[in-house]
């Protein structure tokens, strides 16, 4: 009886110490995991939440990455108005996205290399701009003013069955020339301005910006003549325009004013501006007023309306789109289009000059 009543004790004695030891090894162990689970679910929740805020996205749409990991030389940060969002894509996705929406697929090649090369100047123009005015460091597109971007999707959408063909000619076109920009005499990027259609004539920085820039003259681009809506019209009510004319000088017009509309415009057809009876307004505002797609065009008028005729499309300024197609089908290269429409510039890849 002694004996099994001591052997029990030992038993007892040896659980107690198994059970001890076990407390000891496995407590620490399941204090330390739950607190990492806990510190990566508290990163987690701040990076989750520090992107939402900040709604950075790349490459491909919603797919959101760390600024740790963009290499800041080959990515694009811009602001795309549209969507309110802050998108980080390669140099190559941005030029071609922008490329898609401004300029039509079916144009030739060297058309689409001179455009990519003028995107291109355009955007180190206004990253220098941004840097030297602490706007902030993004690039904004979609907002009415500046270049459009084409996301993916709006690609397939707008190409349907032939997204993967042009798809691959527009990223031909911007891999032939993605690192070349153009540079005026003192080897800053230029301010690139571009347009669909001139008048046959494009119009100069001191026409539209009221600042003269020497690359940015008045040059000859016939070939926008041969454009599909090279000349559209506008036909607008008189009474109409009567009273949206009162509203917007706030006075009241007599019928022999209106009828007494002149312009006055340069041989281009810019119209510099409307002289109403003894009022005057600046072309640019009338444009604005009655939503005129060129700021060239003529004010004609019949019995009960009045006839506005516009020639060409966009603000006239810079490389014509279907004037340097035209050049294209030519046999005009990319270079030769970009000379002819950025006169006094020099064309550049990298440091080195072409």
Known sequence: ???VKTNFNFFKKIISLVFVFFLMAVVPLISFLSIFILKKQLNYNYLSKNHKDKKEYCCEE???????????????????????????????????????AEMPANYEKEALKALVVAINSYYHYKLKELKNSNKGKNFTVND????????????RNRWGTNYEKYRDKFKNAVEEVNNEILLDKEKNPILAMFHATSSGTTNSAADVLGRNIPYLERIDSQGDMFAPNYIRTIEIDKKFFKNKLEKYLKIKLKENEIKQIKTSSAENKFVKYVQIGKNKIEGKKFQILFAIPSPNYEILQETNKIIIKIYGNGHGVGLSQNGANYLAKQKMNYEKILQYYYPNTTLVRNSGKR
């Open 144 to 155: 009415g003013s500046t270049l459009y971007y084409m996301s993916e999707g709006e690609k």
């Open 62 to 100: 919603n797919e959101i990455i760390e600024e740790a990991t963009i290499d800041k030389e080959n990515i694009c940060s811009i602001y795309d108005k549209k969507t309110n969002k802050i998108i980080k894509v390669d140099k190559s996705t941005f030029l071609q996205s922008i490329l898609a």
């Open 1 to 3: 009886m002694f004996f």
